[in-house]
């Protein structure tokens, strides 16, 4: 009769983990919750609500919007009694009235990113995401609850206690012990050729969001040696413009992105040698190299290493880095920046300043908001450091704040030069000062409000809990207990400050949207990387010294890489091949038929009216239209004004992978 409840308890967590594991390939990847849910939005009495088909029920079941989320944090919560461990812990860390407080600020901050915008006005999105992240999350828990005492017993056993250490130590060494320059040499060549693959697998060597589009096409213009092109006869052929007639390019005489030169004179480079795919791939993967590099300068090598391979096992620094978005360029010179400050601040280098102020210079040139949300808690800690070292940080901080000058003074002679106005930018000469951050803003849509903030601030941060690392757990977990684990350490505050400061900057700004992510929040994914591996590292500290539990630093390691590699497991195994399908199905609507059609049938000086979407073909032309192929709008009747433009030319209609000659009217 004694082995009767052991019987029961073993059979209880074998229950579990057969449960976990079911749950998670129901839901794994996350757009299987599409299927299974079957999710309408409304808004019942003022309320926001949701339509849901569960499995196995015959009727549509109403439930209030975070009903579903909050009863998951709360079945997590009640089975944390369930484990004599967890409660241990936890009766521990209560008893520490300051570990308490921490512990609590940082869960509150840490569940505040996983609440979703209401579903009902638009926010389907940051909803399945979190209902994935806390669906998959409780599988997870149920599953280390499960399995947990079944690998405690093992790790007791010679033999395999044995094998895990040494398997332990080969891995340590390989990990720490192998050359700095054949470590990152290994991650940068692999992560540089896999991102070119994907450039082009996915997305046919061209750009496929309308940003990027519009920036390729004004670094041919930079090519030829241009700041703005002409705008060409009858330009409304020539209108790179969506459904919803909007456009990213200038054509009012003269023809040009409406975006900072930045991204644009990068892309030139590429586009000279006649790769300009090229760019961002290697942006990305030079990204990867400054990672380590700034994490040895703050914390060590462990984190300098375990940060590189973080950034290289990102989904969201991977395809951004496999496209033509600007984003991929100012995450470089952010992570540039942040490099180049601390060693400004250590060894007060004249020459560490004017790298540092040359890179936040490029950012401003990149995308200025995000420069500027970025730079503020790097001047006020700046400021701090001039009142504590002045004589010996006065000179380097000032040749950052000059070198940066400089740079900001090349953007204001741009604007002069193409918009007429030192501080006149592109977005407003296509659609005013509502395109500017501010409540009230917008130059499309309903004006931008404080509410309205709040719910893509909550999208970007649901975002970043999936996108950062595509783990079937959020993926700031290890940012949440690093802080909960109070760390002292200051740089951890300045890259979290980095992080908070870009995301109340784009709280006042009227537009929001997932591209391969929350990404008006990417240039922050350097410092969350860091902090991550900041996290993962502090573990065991948070384990033994917060919650007193008499467990080995090295068993809380191994186990805590385990988790990881489970994690990474769900994420390339089911996540990520969802979002590869994705991006390489037309992303943006955008593919490269009529690219591929045209070539195929060797066509040659011709005129090419397109019905598809004509941001797939508009950065085949060339600036002057003096190429061998000018592709147009396909304007109908119209079409006669411009074939009078181009006499001796022949005229062809595409639509997808159908071209067809016209005949001159």
Known sequence: ?????????????????????????????????????????????????????????????????????????????????????????????????????????????????????????????????????????????????????????????????????????????????????????ILFFVFFALTNLASYSLFDHIPHTMDSIAQVFHGKIFAEGMLAAPSPAHREFFDLINSRDQTTMINNGKWYSQFPPGHSFLLMLGILINVPWIINPLLGSLTIVLLYFLGVELYGETIGRLSAVLGALSPFIFFMSSEFMNHASALFFFTAFMLFFVKTVRTGKIIHAIVAGAALGMILNIRPLTAFALAIPFCGYGAFLLVRRFRELWAPLLAIVLTALVFAGILFGFNALTNGDPFLFGYEVLYGAKHNPGFGNGPWGEPHTPLKGLHQTLNDLNGLNKFLFEWPVPSLIFVFLLFASMTKNKWDYLLLAAFLSLAAAYFFYWFQEWRFGPRFLYESSAALILLTARGIQRVPHLLRDVGGLSVSVRKVRAATLAFIAVCAVVAFVGNIPALIHQYGNDFGNVNAEVLKAVEGRGIRRAIVFVQSNYGSVFTANSPRLDGEIIYARDLGEKNYLLMKEFPGYAYYLAEGREVRVIEAE
């Open 1 to 185: 009769m004694k082995s009767f409840p052991r019987i029961l308890v073993f059979s209880g967590r074998v229950g579990m983990v057969g449960v976990a594991l079911l749950m998670l390939i129901a839901i794994t990847p996350q757009q299987k919750l599409w299927w299974l849910l079957n999710m309408t939005p409304a808004t019942l009495g003022g309320k926001a609500v949701v339509f849901i088909n569960f499995p196995f029920v015959a009727h549509r079941v109403l439930v209030e919007v975070y009903f579903l989320h909050g009863l998951f944090i709360l079945f997590m919560l009640a089975l944390t009694l369930f484990s004599s461990t967890i409660r241990t812990f936890l009766i521990a860390a209560i008893r520490r009235k300051s570990f308490a407080l921490a512990g609590l600020l940082s869960l509150g901050v840490f569940l505040f990113t996983l609440v979703p915008r209401p579903p009902a006005i638009g926010g389907e999105s940051g909803w399945y995401a979190t209902m994935y992240l806390l669906a998959s999350s409780l599988s997870m828990y149920l599953l280390i609850i499960g399995c947990g005492p079944f690998l405690n017993e093992l790790s007791h056993g010679q033999f395999f206690r044995a094998r895990m250490i040494s398997a332990w130590e080969r891995l340590k060494h390989l990990f720490l012990d192998t050359r700095p320059a054949l470590f990152l040499g």
